[in-house]
């Protein structure tokens, strides 16, 4: 909203001079982090008191799960996704260039997921009980949604590129698709929205791997979004990009915002209007930018847990035995004794490291 007032001429008048800083994308992201953060760490504490109020006894916690989590966790209220989505929402419109169709794509996209998640959580807690809105139907609702936003995007990027898969570290392989083209990215959206859906089952442990994903997109989109610079790291430019710079610094400030509440012990959980919405953003932004196999560096923990649950659920019809002590991963190495801590840090680390993997795939002439 704030960039459009820059277009008006309002830069040219002497006394509003700061308006010509909105023109500059690194500027707005800035602000837009700040914004969200503020926004979150204000909204914060009144928000869990209300969720305390409502929930009554908060998140009901799976029986099957670590014996710890029934005691240590029980009365922690859920749905803290909220605030996420309403500190991201509030700093994109206000920074954002509303008249860019892939700002508009990713964050509808990532309100969609979220209602999904929300209506999850709300069955769950109306119901006292782990089951929710129904697999065959969450799954329908996220595909037709990932597969709309995949078309969306196509239509938003250069026709010689709109259609294919580009590779990491190597600018001239690319893997045409045509109309499978929304599909693919229907598959990729869809999982990683699940896949960090997967990761939310310790403090902190989803919301920092999501956050340092969305400083390397952030990055990566800010390039991406440049000719100059994407032909000098010898990547693929998709014009109007750069503007979801704006976007991924939004969902860093929010992010850390939350971390604030959700840091161990949680004061609230994300739920899987968080989970479902942040991997959701995370999967669109990566389509946005031609960068999708790139996320599943960045976001390798996430295809970690995902992987770890697929293995276990296989192996066991197939042979009646476990390979791992319980799934997703984080929930092995609680039943081998770690303190859920060293879990949750060890698992950040990781995450930086992926991180830098992947910028490191940006390749100078």
Known sequence: MLYLL?????????????????????????CACLTALVIALFLGKPLIATLRRIQRGGQPIRALGPERHIL?????PTMGGVLILVSLLVSVLLWGDLQNGFVWAVLLTTLSFGAIGFADDYL???????DGVSKRTRLGCEFATSLLCGWWLQYLTPPDIANQVAFPFVKDLLLPLGYAFPIFAMITITG???AVNFTDGLDGLAIVPVVIAAMVFGILSYIVGNHVFAD????HAVPGTGELAVF???LVGAGLGFLWFNAPPASVFMGDTGSLSLGGALGALAVAIKHELVLCIVGGLFVAETLSVIIQVFWYKR????????????HHFEKKGWAEPKIVIRFWIISVILGLCGLATLKLR
């Open 319 to 330: 042979t009646g035995r476990r390979v791992f002590l319980m799934a997703p991963i984080h």
């Open 6 to 30: 820059s277009t008006f001429g309002l830069q040219d008048d002497g006394h509003v001079a700061l308006f010509n800083l909105l023109r500059y994308i690194t500027f707005r992201a800035g």
């Open 192 to 194: 990683f929205g699940n």
């Open 72 to 76: 240590e966790k029980t009365g922690t």
């Open 232 to 235: 000098y790291l010898q990547v």
């Open 124 to 130: 769950k807690l109306s119901r006292r009980n782990t």
């Open 248 to 250: 991924c610094a939004a």
